[in-house]
């Protein structure tokens, strides 16, 4: 399995646009995974359906698209094929680096939530007036794509990005009636939820107890589990179990390293712990998840 990072795709020649912090592909029949196979993407995806209808499959898990649509990926998520259910499926593709998110401007919202619910629920339907606006956000940058570069031209882009994420947290609210908390203890609590998930991803589920991240992030376990459950819904030790496992079914799914190995790169103490863990999780031993068992 291949991992796709933005510095990669510099020098693919079915990328449209890409300017170091993100990159645009309109056509689907571009896919990396159609080229490579299953391929893990070290940036957010957002993926808009225009037309037809289409399957997407991330970590694992098939998801259907269809006409004014929107598919979210987290980074990380492993991309593994894509199928057209109708001849007219079309996509276009935002990526957008991590590091994008790390900008001032996400430090005043309580957005971690939103982020998370993305995380569970990828697939997000769009209205008709979030569709004229957003197709404004992609006019505009199209048209700064084509036009002669200032020297602000990747600011300039990167704030059309961030118009875009805060659009599609907007419909995240829709959904899931998330109220936005401003206050300077909310805020204080959205950077250490932040920091705690970019942890997650940092170690990709070999830190598996809350005390490690709690050290990590200079807080009690207590303080780090009262602001994760109040901001996510979930227990601290729950994310923590879920990152580890997705990293366990990356490898079980998208590899041919042995069992034991994935163990110990894990940092599991023992194969019949690693054993144990799985199956609590997934309800099946390593060996028969593998099987498809």
Same mark, same amino acid.
């Given at each position: 399995?291949?991992?796709?990072?933005?510095?990669?795709?510099?020098?693919?020649?079915?990328?449209?646009?890409?300017?170091?912090?993100l990159?645009?592909?309109?056509?689907?029949?571009?896919?990396?995974t159609?080229?490579?196979?299953?391929?893990?993407?070290?940036?957010?995806?957002?993926?808009?359906? =225009?037309?037809?209808?289409?399957?997407v499959?991330?970590n694992?898990?098939?998801h259907? &698209?269809? %006409? *004014?649509? @929107?598919? +979210?990926?987290m980074?990380?998520?492993?991309?593994?094929?894509y199928?057209?259910?109708?001849?007219?499926?079309?996509?276009?593709?935002?990526g957008?680096?991590?590091r994008?998110?790390?900008?001032?401007?996400?430090?005043?919202?309580?957005?971690?939530?939103?982020?998370?619910?993305?995380?569970?629920?990828?697939?997000?339907?769009v209205?008709?007036?979030?569709?004229?606006?957003?197709?404004?956000?992609?006019?505009?940058?199209?048209?700064?794509?084509?036009?002669?570069?200032?020297?602000?031209?990747?600011a300039i882009?990167?704030?059309l990005?961030?118009?875009?994420?805060?659009?599609?947290?907007?419909?995240?609210?829709?959904v899931? =009636?998330?109220?936005?908390?401003e206050?300077?203890?909310?805020s204080?609590?959205?950077? &250490?939820? %932040? *920091?705690? @998930?970019? +942890?997650?991803?940092?170690?990709?589920?070999?830190?598996?107890?809350?005390?490690?991240?709690?050290d990590?992030?200079?807080?009690?376990?207590?303080?780090?589990?009262?602001?994760?459950?109040q901001?996510?819904?979930?227990?601290?030790?729950?994310?923590?179990h879920?990152?580890?496992?997705?990293a366990?079914?990356?490898q079980?799914?998208?590899?041919?390293?042995?069992?034991?190995?994935?163990?110990?790169e894990?940092?599991?103490?023992?194969?019949?712990?690693?054993?144990?863990?799985v199956?609590t999780?997934?309800?099946?031993s390593?060996?028969?998840?593998?099987?498809?068992?």
């Amino acid at each position: 399995m291949k991992r796709i990072s933005i510095e990669y795709l510099k020098n693919e020649d079915y990328v449209d646009y890409i300017d170091g912090d993100l990159f645009i592909i309109e056509d689907v029949e571009k896919l990396p995974t159609i080229k490579m196979g299953a391929v893990e993407v070290e940036a957010i995806i957002v993926i808009f359906c =225009s037309a037809g209808v289409g399957q997407v499959t991330m970590n694992g898990t098939r998801h259907q &698209l269809k %006409r *004014n649509q @929107l598919l +979210l990926g987290m980074p990380h998520t492993v991309y593994s094929n894509y199928m057209k259910l109708t001849d007219n499926f079309e996509v276009k593709i935002l990526g957008i680096a991590t590091r994008a998110l790390n900008s001032s401007v996400f430090m005043t919202k309580n957005i971690w939530k939103n982020f998370y619910f993305l995380l569970n629920n990828p697939v997000l339907d769009v209205g008709e007036k979030e569709l004229d606006l957003l197709s404004h956000y992609y006019e505009l940058a199209n048209m700064k794509i084509h036009n002669e570069r200032s020297p602000f031209h990747q600011a300039i882009m990167m704030s059309l990005v961030h118009c875009v994420i805060f659009e599609l947290l907007s419909l995240t609210n829709k959904v899931e =009636s998330i109220d936005f908390d401003e206050s300077e203890q909310s805020s204080q609590s959205d950077v &250490l939820f %932040r *920091n705690f @998930l970019e +942890l997650l991803a940092e170690h990709e589920g070999r830190v598996r107890s809350v005390q490690e991240y709690a050290d990590m992030l200079y807080v009690s376990p207590k303080y780090l589990s009262a602001v994760v459950k109040q901001l996510s819904g979930r227990t601290a030790l729950a994310l923590i179990h879920e990152t580890t496992i997705h990293a366990i079914v990356r490898q079980l799914k998208y590899t041919d390293k042995p069992i034991k190995e994935i163990s110990e790169e894990m940092g599991f103490p023992s194969l019949s712990f690693f054993g144990k863990f799985v199956k609590t999780q997934l309800g099946v031993s390593p060996k028969k998840f593998r099987r498809g068992e």
